[in-house]
């Protein structure tokens, strides 16, 4: 059956301007409504008829909801804050450049100026086969696609499959886990603050949610606290073209030294998995090391312990073990920002070796 | 069966236009069906290759993913307002003149979006380097002139003092 991929199906919309307002009508149609931030990711779910909400709620009118605010302890960004906003705001640049740089290497200019912090984090799965109506785990069905002999699984997942092999597919998220960010979400108890890593959910708990949120909740900020602040930092993607591409990997750091031994570490890497993975092993198996390569060796190592490959994805093992050995030492006399993103002969080393 | 659709107020191209529309209808085809201006270009309909490019509200966005409703009261400008009232023998925009000096433009289905974000670029970069050029283009595809040519002639536009310079380049060739 042909789709019209142009025009949009019917709905009702909502558009609220307050986030009191926006959670009590999410309350009232519960599972009947889709939560709608820039929309980028939304207008193709809606588009192609894959995702068939009755009701659309719009945040655009929400302006509690935009903005970045210095606090006392550090910063607090409203979930529709634009991606370009992010990249951009000084005291980011300044103390938490981890994520200006893991930001400002989302897709391309018009999506950073239109995609919201929000909505880049509550973002779903990439894979294909789903994004293409096919009936497949995640999509509440009873196979993968993707993890199959002739599945195109290049792009999936070597860790934390159960069932769907899909990744995660966002680059800001591994900078919230090594900013150590909280989310703030409204649910229907009031509201909670979970760790950037908790807000998402693995396969094994529920195939077809991709994050903690149930019906009826909302995120409205992300904060960073200050306890990262101005820490020696490092963020890398590797992508197949050097600008617009979602990750294949990204990974980010937050480090802080003393006398040239790691005293304190954060390590995410996000595209390996169905969750965006913190890397706690490693963060406790290199706390009072050199930040030297040997202990990135270490590291690396240690990281891709247990991964296990698709048919197509085998290089993700030795990428993953680079990326992180640079997320660990690759620091050490160089300060983080612009350093490596995206480079091409940096990604040829990855693949190599 | 318009009458039941909300009024979306814009300023396109400095003109103040209201428009009945669903509001979830995409930007991209208000400009295009509702108020004939089919210089913005569809080419993957997802945010991919942005020869849907305009500028709303000073900011490069891809108008076919944006659903109207979040361009009310917005100032938007597609590639017919980057060179007001041509006339034949008229007056083309610096970038629009460089484009053609430096064949920048082979089927044009890229161009119009092309242009759009070149002309953002000048606006925050007046000389911009050729990785800044790179970056400011970095959402748009084209598939036929390997994108050496637009990058020179984004160059030459942000470089050249004079148009006549840039026409005699364009017919010594
Ligand atoms: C061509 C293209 C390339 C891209 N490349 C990259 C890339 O390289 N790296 C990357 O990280 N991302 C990439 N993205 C993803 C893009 O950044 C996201 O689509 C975008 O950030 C989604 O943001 P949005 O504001 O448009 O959200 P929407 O599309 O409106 O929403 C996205 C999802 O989040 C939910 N949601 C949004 N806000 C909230 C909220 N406040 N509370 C609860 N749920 C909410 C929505 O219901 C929806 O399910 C790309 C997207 C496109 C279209
Ligand atoms: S990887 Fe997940 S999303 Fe993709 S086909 Fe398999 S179950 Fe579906
Ligand atoms: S048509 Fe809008 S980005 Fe391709
Ligand atoms: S000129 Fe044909 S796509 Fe660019």
Same mark, same amino acid.
């Given at each position: 059956?042909?789709?019209?991929? =142009?025009?949009?199906?019917?709905? $009702? ?11 009590? +009508? ?5 599972? =009947? ?39 006392? =302890? ?34 391309? #200019? *018009? ?42 699984? /290049? ?24 900013? $150590? ?21 693995? #396969?094994?708990? $529920? ?37 617009? =591409? ?28 169905? /969750? ?68 091409? $002969? ?8 | 069966?318009?009458?039941?659709? #909300? ?14 529309? #669903? ?13 004939? +201006? ?43 307002? +980057? ?46 380097? +050729? ?31 004079? *148009? ?10």
């Amino acid at each position: 059956m042909a789709i019209i991929r =142009d025009v949009m199906p019917a709905f $009702d919309l909502l558009q609220p301007s307050s986030a009191a307002d926006a959670q009590k +009508l999410l309350q009232e149609h519960g599972s =009947d409504a889709w939560i709608m931030a820039g929309g980028l990711d939304s207008f193709d779910w809606l588009k192609d008829r894959i995702k068939k909400p009755k009701v659309l709620v719009d945040l655009s009118g929400i302006d509690e909801l935009k903005g970045i605010r210095v606090t006392g =302890d550090g910063v607090e960004i409203g979930a529709m804050t634009t991606l370009t906003e992010v990249a951009e705001h000084p005291e980011i640049r300044k103390n938490y450049s981890v994520l200006s740089q893991a930001v400002s290497v989302v897709a391309s #200019p *018009q999506i950073r100026n239109q995609g919201t912090l929000g909505g880049n984090v509550s973002q779903d799965v990439r894979c294909w086969y789903y994004r293409g109506g096919w009936p497949c785990y995640r999509a509440g069905g009873n196979i993968c696609y993707a993890d199959t002999p002739v599945g195109r699984n /290049r792009e999936h997942a070597i860790f934390g499959a159960d069932r769907c092999v899909a990744v995660h597919p966002s680059d800001s998220v591994p900078a919230l886990i090594a900013l $150590d960010a909280k989310f703030v979400v409204q649910t229907s108890k009031g509201e909670k603050t979970v760790d950037a890593e908790n807000y998402y959910i693995g #396969p094994d708990l $529920d195939i077809t949610r991709i994050n903690m949120l149930q019906p009826g909740d909302l995120l409205t900020a992300i904060r960073i606290p200050s306890t990262w602040a101005g820490a020696t930092f490092y963020f890398e993607k590797v992508r197949d073209r050097n600008v617009w =591409d979602f990750p294949l990997m990204n990974v980010a750091s937050a480090i802080v030294l003393s006398g040239g031994a790691i005293s304190r570490i954060r390590l995410a890497v996000n595209a390996v998995s169905p /969750r965006p993975m913190r890397l706690k092993n490693v963060e406790d198996a290199v706390v009072g090391k050199p930040a030297d390569a040997s202990t990135g060796e270490m590291a690396g190592k240690l990281a891709v312990q247990g991964a296990v490959p698709l048919q197509f994805n085998a290089y993700k093992i030795p990428l993953m073990r680079n990326l992180v050995k640079r997320a660990v030492c690759g620091v050490a006399g160089q300060q983080a920002y612009g350093a490596l993103t995206g480079d091409l $002969d940096t990604q040829e080393v990855a693949w190599n070796s | 069966m318009s009458a039941r659709w #909300p009024t979306i107020r814009m300023i396109v191209n400095g003109e103040q236009r209201g428009i009945q529309a #669903p509001p979830m209808k995409r930007l991209l085809d208000v400009l295009r069906q509702d108020l004939h +201006l089919t210089g913005t270009k569809e080419g993957c309909g997802e945010g991919e290759c942005g020869s849907c490019s305009v500028r709303m509200n000073g900011e490069l966005v891809n108008s076919c993913l944006i659903p109207v409703l979040q361009a009310q009261g917005a100032e938007i400008q597609t590639v017919e307002g +980057l060179a007001p009232k041509l006339e034949p023998g008229g007056t083309l925009h610096p970038l629009q003149e460089a484009f053609l000096a430096c064949g920048g433009a082979q089927c044009g289905i890229c161009t119009p979006g092309m242009l759009m974000a070149a002309a953002q670029l000048l606006e925050t970069h007046p000389r911009p380097t +050729l990785a800044e050029i790179r970056e400011g283009l970095a959402g748009n595809l084209c598939r036929c002139t390997g994108f050496m040519r637009i990058f020179e002639s984004v160059l030459a536009a942000s470089t050249q003092a004079s *148009q006549p310079a840039l026409r005699q380049a364009h017919h010594a060739r």
